[in-house]
Structures are given as C-alpha cells and as structure tokens.
C-alpha cells in the first residue's frame, strides 16, 4: 500500500471505531512541566518517578552504553535525566509509556510486538549514534522512532483482533506483508501510526517518518528520510541476525544505504559490527 496522499484524519479513524491510544497522565505531565521555564532534573525525574514501570525503564534504557557512550553509567534517575538533557528524557519516556498504552494484554500477539519494537528501536539507535555526522539523527530520536514506526499494527488488532495476528506470532512482520494486512481489512496502518504519533506530540519530521516509511521517500528530504532509512538498516539488521531472508531489503536497499551514506561492499561488516554491540534482551 503506497502512502497515503493526504494528510489522514483523526475523524476518519474514528469513524471506522480505531481508537488512538491517549497519553499517559505522567506525560500529560513531564510536557506541562518541560513548557515552562522553571523547572530542574529532580522535578523532572520526580514525575517520571510518579509510574514506577515507567522510571524503571527508561532508567535501564539510558543505562545502556549507546546513551552514555563510554562513560559511567548513571546511578540515578536524576541523573539518566542530566546526563540526557530534558528532550531527549522526553523522547525516551514517550517511547517506553507507548507499549504500556496499547494492547496491556498479555496476549502472545502483543508481546510479541512491543519486544520486537524494542529491538529495532534499540538497533536504531546504535546505527544513529554511530551515523549521526552524516545524518544528524540523535540516538533517542531514533529510539522513539523504532518504537512507534509500527505502532499502527497494535492500534488495528485492537480494532480488528485478527490483524496481523498470525504474522506477528511468526515474529517476520515485514513491510511486504504488513502491506497484505492493509489491503485485507481496507486500512493503512503508516496512517495509523502517524495519527498515533502526532496524538502524541512527537516531533513533526518523526510523524512524517511513519507516515512515509513504506518505502525511502523521495519527497520527503533531510530528516525525515534519513530517519526512514535508520530505521530500515535496523529493520534489516535484526532479520538478519534472526536469519530471516528480507525480501524488504531487495527493494529499498540500496537507497537506504546511499543515504546514510554507506557502500554496499562495508554492509556486511557493518552488520556484523551491530550483531556484536546489541543482544536480544528485554529492555
């Protein structure tokens, strides 16, 4: 399903009874706190700390070593939130509060999902810490992004129990076939997501991302595709180390290397380098 040509509407989703997932409370309030100018690290790690599952997370989060790069790992909240500056705390708990907002059945289908999302959020960030003079994409921006690229799916099986089920139990859930889900029940789940993520107040070239990751856009310049294309490669990345073929990848591979500026002879090797940095844990 190619992206859609206008901007979706909240209303029609709505219509059709999909639900968008509204924010949790303590986002509702880190956003109302961060607006104004009068706040310090420990207002901001106190509400955060408010959702004891959430402070848990996203402190294992910017414990790992993409996030503080070398140095000593921060002991504290407080301090996960200094050394990642406001934005990019915000960033990471918008990502970490979105898997406890939709599907919180501990329905296989679902489960299934969110580890996915993690590890590829976690292999974009890795691709983006180490490609970021070239596309100046920041590790917690595409740790959002890999979080939410697909939260559409998880939005539609709720509307639509036997969307995508048997392809997320599979663990695949490739571009191709999400493409099939969205002809089969007459959606558009990058449409989804981006209602999702614009609910959210994610940053406007993040939305845009969602919206047009079907493929590279190329009308979609600077940030957004160079996020698209991270992504991918991490998309790519983790197939790979599953040792599952990524009929994605005969598509759009070549263009998602050109943009992050990345020769198709250094592929393998840099693959191998991200298998050595990352393992496949819950996060």
């Not at 990058?190 to 993520?197: D, E, F, H, R, T």
């Not at 197939?239 to 073929?245: D, P, Q, R, S």
Request: net charge negative; charged share 25%.
């Amino acid at each position: 399903m190619n992206a859609p040509s206008k901007q979706p509407d909240p209303a029609d989703a709505a219509a059709r009874g999909i639900r968008i997932p509204p924010q949790p409370q303590v986002l509702v309030e880190l956003v109302q706190l961060l607006a104004d100018d009068d706040y310090d690290s420990r207002e901001v790690a106190g509400v955060i700390a408010k959702d004891p599952g959430l402070s848990a997370m996203v402190f294992k989060i910017v414990r790992s070593p993409v996030f503080y790069r070398g140095r000593a790992a921060p002991d504290t909240l407080e301090q996960s939130v200094i050394r990642l500056g406001f934005q990019q705390t915000l960033n990471i708990a918008r990502a970490v509060a979105l898997s406890t907002s939709i599907g919180q059945e501990t329905r296989p289908a679902y489960e299934k999902f969110w580890q996915r999302s993690r590890e590829l959020a976690q292999l974009a960030s890795l691709v983006a810490a180490e490609r970021v003079s070239v596309c100046n994409i920041f590790p917690d921006q595409a740790y959002m992004a890999g979080v939410f690229f697909d939260c559409g799916v998880p939005v539609l099986m709720q509307r639509f129990p036997d969307y995508c089920k048997t392809l997320l139990l599979d663990g695949r859930l490739d571009f191709p076939s999400l493409r099939e889900e969205d002809q089969r029940f007459n959606v558009d789940h990058c449409s989804i997501g981006y209602l999702v993520a614009r609910h959210w107040h994610l940053p406007e070239f993040i939305a845009q991302a969602i919206l047009h990751h079907d493929t590279v856009p190329h009308d979609e310049l600077g940030a957004v595709r160079s996020l698209v294309a991270i992504v991918h490669l991490a998309a790519h990345a983790r197939m790979n180390m599953l040792k599952v073929y990524d009929y994605n990848w005969d598509r759009i591979g070549g263009e998602v290397l050109a943009e992050l500026g990345l020769h198709p002879d250094d592929l393998p090797g840099y693959l191998a380098d991200l298998r050595e940095r990352f393992e496949f844990v819950p996060v």
